[in-house]
């Protein structure tokens, strides 16, 4: 039976999932700070009119203290499960049209990289929830990989689609017929590379998201020194000459970067405004310290996001761990 294609983000959901940092050794000396940007995230999402949010809490000793501090609002359900890190973008399973199942998938941590106890097992915790039946699909694939239009066209990249690590055989063809039957995809948009040093290996939601059908945001480099450069450039050039599953030419929505973000070494980090979280009623924005940058990015959201509020929050602390606010969500389509 051929698939209804996985609905845009945009639409209403009924639910937001979201991790909670949970384990110290994943967050050392740095777990208070993660949370305190994820619980800032919980309660923008929380606003009236919003999301109920679901917040999965990955070990059995911080449940009770992660109900008290959120025990003021309404809108937020503690959800006792068990993970190795907050990722359930990657993790999780992807919700069809209506939330009446949902598509889960093997999960390697990332291509073997990052193995954590109990995160192959996320996508069955949160379908034994929600009560929504899973269809099981026999390939490796992490939601972060793709992004969707509503019309069953499909955002991905070859570095992390096509690469080795996850299903060694895959060519485009059969990366797209494998999509086509889980998701009912029916035309993917393939990028090349992700950011410098995405222990994702590329993943599209940090690079170039749907923002309306037939429009696609993506970086453009901002300040001096900034390490994507030559990517975003790339990425401009390819995304200019696509058609999507209707025929519409993609337009594109350029947004600033954050720049240069480094880690505590120097290295650059893939810090991205592209992993904007859409909700019922607004858009979540992480920010990295460039409050200008920052700013342009959200005023460029509010032009194809008008009925919705654009709120920018830091995810400084979140980014240590590997991402930023689409990475640690999955939404519920109503």
């Keep these: 039976m051929t698939q209804a294609p996985i609905p845009a983000e945009w639409a209403p959901h009924r639910a937001m999932w979201v991790g909670w940092p949970s384990r110290e050794e994943y967050w050392p000396g740095n777990l208070e700070d993660a949370r305190a940007e994820v619980e800032a995230l919980v309660r923008a999402l929380a606003g009236p009119g919003r999301e109920q949010v679901k917040l999965m809490v990955g070990a059995p000793d911080v449940y009770d203290e992660t109900r008290m501090r959120f025990a003021d609002i309404a809108g937020v359900e503690i959800v006792d499960g068990l993970f190795g890190d907050i990722w359930l973008r990657d993790t999780g399973p992807i919700f069809k049209a209506g939330s009446a199942g949902a598509a889960a998938f093997q999960f390697n941590g990332w291509g073997g990289e990052f193995v954590m ?15 929504v039946p899973l269809d099981h699909n026999a390939f490796v694939l992490e939601g972060g990989a793709l992004d969707h239009d509503g019309d069953g066209t499909v955002l991905t ?25 889980a998701i009912g995809a029916r035309k993917v948009l393939w990028l090349g590379d992700g950011l410098l040093n995405d222990h994702t290996d590329g993943h599209v ?55 240069f973000v480094a880690d505590a070494d120097g290295r650059p980090v893939p810090a991205s405004h592209m992993n904007f979280l859409i909700a019922n009623g607004a858009v979540i924005v992480p920010t990295y310290g460039d409050d200008r940058a920052a700013d342009l990015a959200c005023q460029g959201l509010a032009t194809v996001f008008p009925d919705r509020e654009i709120i920018p929050l830091p995810s400084i602390h979140i980014l240590t761990g590997g991402g930023s606010f689409h990475c640690i969500s999955q939404q519920e389509p109503a």
């Design 205 to 259: 939601d940090n690079l170039a998201r749907f923002v309306a059908p037939g429009v696609v945001a993506h970086p453009v480099a901002w300040g001096r020194g900034d390490p994507n450069d030559d990517v975003y450039a790339d990425l401009a050039r390819t995304l200019s000459t696509m058609t999507d599953a209707e025929g519409r030419p993609i337009r594109l929505l350029p947004l600033p970067s954050p720049g």
């Design 157 to 181: 990249t070859r570095q992390c689609l096509l690469n080795r690590n996850r299903n060694a055989d895959w060519t485009e063809a059969k990366a797209e017929a494998a999509l086509a039957e």
């Design 117 to 131: 106890e109990h995160d192959d097992t996320v996508a069955t915790q949160i379908g034994a929830f929600s009560g």
